[in-house]
């Protein structure tokens, strides 16, 4: 690994994301892969780079540029594309690399070339230094297709050379490829049109953008957009040029059909396609919702989050600070044994013998230790709730392993093909609550944390989308850790509470949606997407994947867990958390018809969603008083590390009316639940 | 069948495209390969009305909304 560098791009300000540095080293001297989405351009990037990074088959999932060194110049690798402009954050991204930039090297899917020599035509337009890389030419061969490589490089003006990233064919002939780089054919008449415009000073890639009409770009010059007509008349006429190009270069010996292009037709009518989702919804709910949130996180949570880190950070404040130490010896079957409370006036190192006594205590095996800390501000930062304490066991021991398990799964789905099916066949369910069949991403990542999910609602269309999905997931989708709480006071209450809560939580998910979709101004986007091959997920693929997107994941929300927890803990310090309390008391006896105690379940739900739904376990509930707590928690608010990641990625004026919706919803459903059944 | 719409294509049959909508959406139509004048097959049809429709080795989606709006003659 020689270098590298990857920024992630937030939506609403490209610019100042991409730093000044990175664009003033492209203008060194520097090569950069362009691509359309799915043609292998990270792997060629790995090889020449040495250093891996993802390679995504759904369209547009992440953005992130990634840099290194090769031979002494910047090699860029830039998120897939079909065109450069600026439709979304991936095309503005890549524009700004490639305006700046040396040497492209054009990666092509040999089995697309009609959909991907597009972009090759318009890179050969800008007028850059460009060589053709044909990836997947081993494909080509098993489906009998055959390219003419020489004619397709006199073609286009440039050089052509076939790989095969995958198994590591063809890759040798880069390097040359590379040095032999040059400026390609262009159309007579688009020269000419371009000409009067770079006459005014304008390269030729910033002025056949201008043409295309990139505002961006011509704002920079201050004059106009070229009119719709140049850019259709540009486009249509590259779209032509592209099919006579591959009617002359290609050759189909036969059509093959395969058991993948099988299964993929399979998956996308709903009347085949709901089975074989049932069945991958199964797969997954064994391994995230038995192998990685029982045994692994019951594992990493309380044994080394509480056991180990918790124990040994709070022993060592112990000693500077008084406390109260309460310790509980508990039996294999969960059965408290035995009982010792130590109180250290002065830190544990004044009073060597009862430190002892409580070490040896302690450490016996089925101890939990509770640390009551004097001090308030000590209390803050590592009592039960502690900013650090309590996170740092939360984020690297609970929501870690859930949040690689959830990147996996996406993986896999993803690199398989199966992700653009899935989202093609539920298109028209979503259609109905004003979003498209993508919206489906962000929800299932719901189920494993709204947080995560949160930031993925970047890869929607438009505002709209944005904010009915960000909507549905603070109301409705209980994530990973509230489900298993809900499930085990499920398991009790018996099957009319289960059908009780799916109901009332799907109405709501039908109401709010169909409210959202009638209030809120504008069109959302309709679904066109391209849907990549089937195919077996690489393993080492996912597994490269999975770890960029989790570190993405901690880097881009790990802080805002902090925060949250800091503000907690404040306003536990303030009294503000039980004023709060008595204020709901009233509601949850008399609207809700629960025990009073509830309230606090519900408060502490702001901190973790499922320390809300964790504190009604102790409280000797009737059947239906069960619904109505569960129904209630999972309309209320979000914890407060989604609550802050919401307010950044959605603003102040919407993310304070979610939360506000929330806690009306939630009580006013529950309440009215509460109001029929008990 | 003259002047139809994309979303009445039935499963199997080739339509040629007439005339696509304009916007955004026109050139990311353009750009997945699907012009005016060019013949594409209908290759599901989803009940809904989501249609997926193929050009040589590609397949792409089309939202119902979308393919309402795209006019075409089917073959």
Redesign the interface.
């Known amino acids: 690994m020689k270098s590298d560098n990857i920024i992630n791009l937030n939506s609403e300000n490209t610019k100042s994301l991409l730093p000044q540095e990175t664009i003033n080293e492209t203008i060194k001297e520097s090569i950069v892969l362009v691509g359309n989405p799915n043609v292998g351009k990270s792997c060629i990037f790995n090889f020449l780079s040495g250093m891996y990074v993802d390679v995504s088959n759904f369209p547009g999932t992440t953005v992130a540029l990634t840099k290194s060194i090769y031979k002494g110049k910047n090699i860029f690798d830039t998120p897939g594309i079909?065109?450069v402009?600026s439709?979304n954050d991936e095309e503005k991204v890549a524009k700004k690399i490639i305006l700046n930039s040396d040497i492209i090297l054009n990666v092509v899917n040999a089995?697309?070339l009609?959909?991907d020599l597009?972009?090759t035509l318009q890179l050969i337009d800008m007028g850059k230094r460009v060589t053709l890389v044909l990836n997947f030419a081993d494909e080509l061969k098993k489906?009998k297709i055959r390219i003419d490589t020489a004619k397709l490089s006199e073609l286009l003006g440039v050089e052509v050379i076939e790989t095969s990233a995958v198994n590591k064919t063809g890759l040798d002939k880069l390097d040359s490829a590379i040095e032999n780089a040059k400026i390609g054919n262009q159309q007579l008449d688009l020269h000419f049109i371009l000409q009067q415009v770079m006459e005014k000073n304008i390269p030729q890639a910033e002025a056949l953008l201008i043409l295309e009409g990139d505002e961006e770009t011509s704002s920079k010059y201050e004059i106009g957009v070229g009119t719709?007509d140049e850019?259709?008349k540009i486009?249509?006429g590259r779209?032509?040029r592209?099919n006579e190009i591959?009617d002359t270069v290609e050759y189909e010996d036969s059509k093959k059909g395969e058991i993948f292009n099988l299964l993929?037709?399979l998956s996308?009518?709903?009347?085949t396609g709901l089975p074989i989702l049932a069945v991958i919804l199964t797969l997954v709910y064994f391994f995230i919702g038995d192998f990685i949130s029982q045994r692994i996180v019951d594992y990493t949570e309380n044994v080394i989050g509480k056991g180990v880190f918790e124990y040994n950070v709070k022993s060592f404040v112990a000693d500077y600070t008084p406390s109260r130490i309460d310790v509980e010896i508990f039996d294999t079957q969960e059965n408290l044994v035995s009982q010792k409370s130590f109180s250290f006036s002065d830190g544990l190192s004044s009073l060597p013998v009862l430190q002892k006594e409580f070490e040896n205590y302690s450490k016996q095996p089925g101890a939990v230790s509770e640390f009551n800390f004097t001090n308030p501000f000590v209390r803050l930062f590592f009592g039960e709730f502690g900013v650090i304490t309590m996170t740092i066991t939360y984020l690297l021991f609970l929501l870690t392993p859930l949040v690689i398990g959830f990147y996996f799964v996406m993986a896999l789905l993803e690199d398989s093909g199966y992700l653009?099916?899935l989202?093609?066949?539920l298109?028209?369910?979503f259609?109905k609550i004003g979003l498209?069949?993508r919206a489906v991403i962000p929800i299932m990542l719901g189920f494993g944390c709204i947080t995560m999910a949160n930031i993925t609602t970047r890869l929607l269309g438009t505002e709209r989308e944005k904010s009915i999905v960000t909507a549905i997931l603070q109301f409705v989708i209980p994530c990973s850790a509230q489900l298993a709480v809900i499930t085990v006071l499920l398991s009790g209450a018996g099957l009319k509470s289960l059908l009780i809560f799916i109901g009332v939580i799907f109405t709501v998910l039908i109401t709010l949606s169909t409210i959202l979709n009638k209030m809120l101004p504008g069109e959302s986007?309709?679904?066109?997407?391209?849907?990549p091959l089937m195919r077996l997920p690489r393993i080492s693929n996912v597994i490269k994947k999975t770890f960029y997107r989790s570190y993405g994941f901690m880097k881009e929300a790990g802080f805002w867990f902090f925060v949250g927890a800091l503000a907690i803990g404040i306003f536990e310090l303030t009294g503000i958390l039980s004023v709060w309390q008595d204020i709901l008391a009233p509601f949850t006896t008399h609207w809700l018809k629960l025990p009073k105690e509830a309230a606090n379940a519900f408060v502490m739900g702001m901190v973790r969603r499922d320390f809300g739904a964790a504190g009604l376990f102790d409280m000797k509930l009737t059947v239906e008083q069960i619904t109505v707590a569960i129904i209630t928690i999972t309309l209320f608010v979000p914890c407060i590390a989604s609550f802050v990641v919401m307010l950044k990625e959605r603003g102040w004026k919407e993310g304070f009316t979610i939360w506000f919706g929330t806690w009306i919803t939630a009580f006013f459903i529950g309440g009215l639940v509460a109001q029929i059944i008990i | 069948m003259p002047n139809s719409t994309l979303d009445k294509a039935r499963k199997g049959t080739a339509v040629t495209i007439i005339k696509l909508p304009s916007g955004i959406i026109r050139i990311q139509l353009i750009r997945l390969g699907i012009t005016e004048g060019d013949t594409i097959k209908c290759i599901e049809r989803l009940p809904g009305g989501t249609i997926v429709v193929q050009k040589n080795r590609q397949e792409i989606a089309v939202g119902y909304d979308l393919a309402k709006k795209i006019k075409v003659i089917i073959l």
Do not use: K, Q
Not at chain 1, 525 to 531: E, G, M, Q, T, V
């Open positions: 079909y065109g402009s439709f089995l697309h009609e959909r597009f972009l489906r719709a850019r259709e486009y249509i779209r032509n592209v591959v993929g037709r996308l009518n709903p009347l653009p099916r989202a093609t066949m298109d028209r369910a259609n498209n069949g986007s309709p679904l066109l997407i391209d849907l």
